[in-house]
């Protein structure tokens, strides 16, 4: 059985940054590519980051290019979002996903696997 578990999440100041991390259970993890999302209140899911089964091909929204930063450890089993220069508009659900295929994605129907989403709240 496949799970993901995505972990930390939290409130900060604008400027400041976080990293969050999907706990991944299931075999053959570094076979498969997969991504971050976010919803933010109001709004549909929308894409922020992907990145491939070798960890050598990467995809990332126009949004948060510069910002934002996806990885794994295909060792641990585990994805990341480094997340810096956070912004406001930032705020939103974080979900991690995971493909049943070893290419990045930016299409959330790509995605087969999703984890329960961490809270990030950017305010002043």
């Known amino acids: 059985q496949v799970r993901l578990v995505e972990s930390g999440g939290g409130l900060v100041q604008p400027g400041e940054s976080l990293r969050l991390s999907c706990a991944v259970s299931g075999p053959h993890f570094s076979t498969f590519a997969a991504g971050w999302f976010r919803q933010a209140p109001g709004k549909e899911r929308e894409f922020v980051a992907s990145?491939?089964?070798?960890?050598?091909?990467?995809l990332t929204d126009d949004a948060v290019k510069g910002r934002f930063t996806i990885s794994r450890d295909n060792a641990k089993s585990t994805v990341y979002l480094q997340m810096n220069t956070l912004k406001p508009e930032d705020t939103a659900i974080y979900y991690c996903?995971?493909?049943?295929?070893?290419?990045?994605?930016?299409?959330?129907?790509?995605?087969?696997?999703w984890g329960q989403g961490a809270q990030v709240t950017v305010s002043s």
């Open positions: 996903a995971r493909r049943l295929y070893s290419d990045a994605s930016i299409m959330s129907s790509d995605y087969y696997y």
């Open positions: 990145i491939n089964w070798r960890g050598d091909r990467i």
